[in-house]
């Protein structure tokens, strides 16, 4: 029988949807009380822990594996934990993160204004004043005339933090 790929099995655009596939598993055994399952193993294998844990140390060398889990945004048991220690680990002073990563990253916080604002909102707002640039705080701006009342407050939220650096 073939070993089961980890979601970091893959490249870029199926490993996003192999981390939403096992987020739904994970979430489907969560409500049956099964929180620690092969669908945790396989959605944050090892190999996920030693490139985050790289780059707690300011390892850029791992970026492509924390920009691909936040892109795909998971939601599921633990799931908003896991992204605010990556969110920490990017905001992190000595990390330099080159500018495709960065503009990656500023889409990934943007989806989260425009998406949800989970308790860990406020470290895609702290990563957000890391790599804000013109274009972000107009993209920014733009959504504080958005039809949802939640997009326009977490975008005024954002913005406030960029500017004063306080949440």
Not at 27 to 45: C, K, T, V
Not at 111 to 139: H, I, M, N, P, T
Request: glycine share 6%; hydrophobic share 40%; proline share 5%.
């Amino acid at each position: 029988m073939p070993r089961a790929q980890t979601a970091w099995s893959y490249a870029s655009e199926e490993a996003i949807a192999s981390i939403q596939g096992w987020a739904a598993n994970l979430r489907e055994e969560s409500r049956r009380g099964h929180h620690f399952s092969r669908a945790y193993y396989y959605l944050y294998p090892p190999a996920f822990w030693m490139d985050a844990g790289s780059l707690r140390s300011c390892d850029p060398g791992r970026l492509e594996n924390a920009v691909i889990f936040l892109e795909a945004d998971p939601w599921c048991f633990h799931s908003g934990y896991v992204k605010a220690r990556l969110l920490r680990y990017l905001k992190k002073r000595g990390l330099d993160i080159p500018e495709p990563y960065a503009e990656r990253l500023r889409r990934v916080i943007l989806g989260a204004v425009d998406a949800r604002g989970g308790w860990e909102f406020k470290w895609y707002c702290r990563l957000g004043r890391k790599l804000q640039s013109a274009a972000f705080r107009q993209e920014l701006a733009e959504r504080l005339n958005h039809t949802e009342p939640k997009v326009k407050r977490r975008a005024k939220y954002l913005i406030d933090y960029l500017e004063t650096g306080r949440l």
